[in-house]
């Protein structure tokens, strides 16, 4: 009687969870990431952007620096009339509300996680386009806001490739899919940061749904390489686990688990979820799953779904 009871409930539950109106948006806080990393604690007070709307969602937001004082975030802009995402930039004030915002790349099919690379007083971005079944890179133009094609990087359907130079090397970190089922890591190495990139000899180099897709830019403490990655075992984009590096060159790769980053949900009212963190200074951005009670709209959408079945 008591499985049933708990069947019950979980049906109950999950036909409930239906009337609430799910997406992703950016949350922005400051915070020192060295002690956050030392001490494996993670419990800030988060500032969430843009929690009303209904016709899109944010997420994956990284940093771009600003001349005039305000803080430029780079990030996935996703319009559900269009149904794919683009590549975005908003400016924040000092209180992290928006001045404006921009769309910097559309390129008709869905885009996300642009990395943010900076050398030599140049900064590169590189947008996950898995669609598109390639890894290409841009630089970014602050005088006009835009992004400029340089080349193709990787023939490879790659999800959040994010880029390290270690050791005088520098190293692709790319995911590949199997059904969205299952994540393998990749590695590719290279001797400059737009040259041919070789394939690291284990690749995958990992497997798994915790800890193998990247969550954000590595982080460096002490000396030591920490890698944000997501763990999706249970939902997709549930928590951040921190890998430590403990050992990466051409032939060899190998990381630990470190700690665990997860949203308190009661200091963040109807927050569930995290799946990203990115530094700049002691300013962090992170991203999370909101859910708003919405049932109306969410029924409206549930018989829009099933009309399309036969119309």
């Known amino acids: 009687m008591s499985g ?11 036909q409930f969870q239906k009337l609430y109106f799910k997406k992703w948006t950016i949350g922005i806080f400051r915070d020192n990431i060295d002690n ?31 001349n005039d004082g305000s803080i430029s975030v780079i990030f996935e802009e996703y319009l559900y009339k269009n149904n794919y995402g683009n590549i975005s930039m908003m400016s924040l004030d000092h209180d992290f509300k928006e001045i404006n915002r921009k769309t910097v790349l559309d390129i008709k099919s869905h885009l996300s996680y642009p990395f943010v690379y900076k050398e030599n007083n140049k900064v590169y971005v590189f947008p996950e386009s898995k669609q598109s079944g390639s890894l290409s890179c841009y630089e970014y133009v602050s005088e006009k806001k835009s992004l400029v094609f340089i080349k193709i990087m990787l023939d490879l359907p790659l999800l959040d490739s994010t880029i390290i130079k270690h050791n005088g090397k520098y190293y692709i970190f790319g995911t590949t899919s199997k059904n969205d089922n299952e ?29 193998t897709r990247s ?20 939902q997709y984009g549930k928590s951040i686990t921190i890998q430590k590096v403990t050992e990466l060159s051409e032939t060899k790769f190998v990381e630990e688990t470190y700690m665990d980053i997860c949203i308190n949900k009661i200091k963040n009212k109807n927050i569930h979820t995290i799946h990203t963190i990115n530094i700049m200074d002691n300013i962090i951005a992170v991203d999370g799953m909101h859910w708003t009670f919405r049932p109306v709209f969410q029924i409206r959408e549930i018989i829009k779904r099933k009309l399309s079945l036969y119309f």
């Open 4 to 14: 049933l009871v708990s069947d019950l409930k979980d049906i109950v539950s999950s």
């Open 36 to 66: 956050i990393i030392k001490n494996k604690s993670f419990d800030p007070d988060i500032y969430w952007l843009n929690l009303k709307s209904l016709a899109k969602f944010d997420a994956d937001p990284f940093f771009l620096e600003s």
């Open 183 to 211: 994540y393998y890591l990749h590695l590719f190495f290279s001797d400059s940061l737009l040259g041919t990139y070789i394939a690291h000899p284990n690749n995958p180099v990992k497997e798994g749904l915790n800890g």
């Open 215 to 234: 969550a954000g830019n590595f982080i460096r403490v002490d000396g030591v390489l920490y890698r944000p990655a997501q763990n999706c075992e249970e």
